[in-house]
């Protein structure tokens, strides 16, 4: 059974950091691309960041460029998302998925969900609050 667990999400204060890990089961996640993705009470999901292979260079939404980093572990079988300098704004329940295949071509990922995630987490909750 393909498995995401999600963790590391918590109560932090604007211009804080939280480190939220992506585990895998099931399956050997290093064989998909893998994407971060957010949804705020009452607004849309949000697809903020993906990455390939490890080694490749992840994408990110405009909203998290500089200030949050993507990265595969294949030893831990996890994926992370480090956030830093958070703000309110940030605050949403945060999902991992596994998008698709590993490409060779461009778009190295692609969050746009038009073909769906093979596989999501549960979330787990930020909140950046003072």
């Known amino acids: 059974q393909l498995q995401l667990v999600e963790s590391g999400g918590g109560l932090v204060q604007p211009g804080g950091s939280l480190r939220l890990s992506c585990a895998a089961s099931g399956f050997i996640l290093d064989t998909y691309a893998v994407g971060w993705f957010r949804q705020a009470p009452g607004k849309e999901r949000e697809g903020i960041s993906c990455i390939n292979r490890s080694e490749d260079t992840p994408v990110y939404t405009d909203s998290v460029k500089g200030r949050f980093t993507i990265s595969k572990d294949n030893d831990k079988n996890t994926v992370y998302l480090q956030m830093n300098s958070l703000s309110p704004e940030d605050t949403a329940t945060y999902y991992c998925?596994?998008?698709?295949?590993?490409?060779?071509?461009?778009?190295?990922?692609?969050?746009?969900?038009?073909?769906?995630?093979?596989?999501w987490g549960q979330g787990t909750q930020a909140t950046v609050s003072s």
């Open positions: 998925a596994a998008l698709h295949w590993i490409r060779t071509v461009q778009p190295l990922c692609n969050m746009d969900l038009t073909v769906p995630a093979v596989t």
